[in-house]
């Protein structure tokens, strides 16, 4: 009996998080505008206000809804996302670290190769600040910063194909265990080098070079698997 009651519990608060989100969606509402109260969407679904609070919980857990205390529930900035990292994800084996960076190795150049078909405006210039931005932390010594920005510029270069579901692949698979990779390529990778690699890949999307901007995306993703390769098999 507990696991029934379990399972229609399961199936009640995502009922009730689809819903919340169908709502959302009719009234066209976007990343930070207001949402209904609490007490309001309890009222509107006939259900108990610590039920709203779980449903919408979890919509929070995937960045759909942000709950500000002692201010309401607003729109998240992943409202219309369609794929997202698990944010619980466990910290990987070496194996499995290994296959994220092949899986990146195999999405990656090809979007590049898009993205230079396509070349959307604001990524353009996002990619540009994000380079400016890593020249100035390469010599800074702050490289959880510039990991950061790093991997910001492989997202914005992903934006750049103008495929929303294909940035939401690269932006997902370039957070998953960003830590475990990022660490090793500090220790052992060459900042200058990425840095490099990266403005060369710019270059090739921004001069429209499909082939270049894949061939320079996958020779970058190869050497970012060489280090980490290297690192885990002489710790």
Do not use: C, W
Not at 180 to 192: P, T
């Amino acid at each position: 009996m507990s696991t029934s009651g379990g399972v229609v519990r399961r199936s009640l608060l995502d009922d009730l998080a689809t819903s919340m989100l169908a709502l959302i969606a009719d009234r066209k509402l976007s990343s930070g505008d207001q949402f209904e109260s609490v007490r309001s969407l309890a009222d509107r679904f006939k259900v108990a206000v610590p039920t709203v609070r779980e449903a919408l919980r979890r919509l929070e857990a995937t960045g759909a809804v942000e709950l500000r205390h002692g201010s309401g529930v607003y729109v998240g900035q992943h409202i219309g996302r369609l794929i997202l990292a698990n944010p619980l994800a466990p910290t990987p084996s070496s194996d499995r670290l290994i296959e994220l960076l092949q899986a990146r190795a195999l999405i990656e150049p090809p979007v590049a190769a898009l993205a230079a078909r396509v070349r959307t405006e604001a990524a353009l210039e996002r990619m540009a600040g994000d380079l400016a931005a890593a020249a100035e932390l390469v010599t800074s010594g702050d490289h959880a910063q510039l990991a950061e920005v790093n991997m910001d510029f492989h997202r914005s270069l992903a934006q750049a194909s103008g495929n929303a579901t294909l940035a939401e692949v690269v932006e997902s698979v370039t957070v998953v265990n960003v830590r475990e990779q990022l660490e090793i390529l500090h220790i052992h990778g060459d900042r200058q080098t990425d840095l490099d690699e990266h403005r060369a890949i710019y270059a090739a999307v921004l001069a429209g070079d499909p082939e270049l901007a894949e061939r320079l995306t996958h020779e970058h993703l190869d050497g970012v698997l060489a280090v980490i390769n290297n690192r885990l098999q002489h710790p």
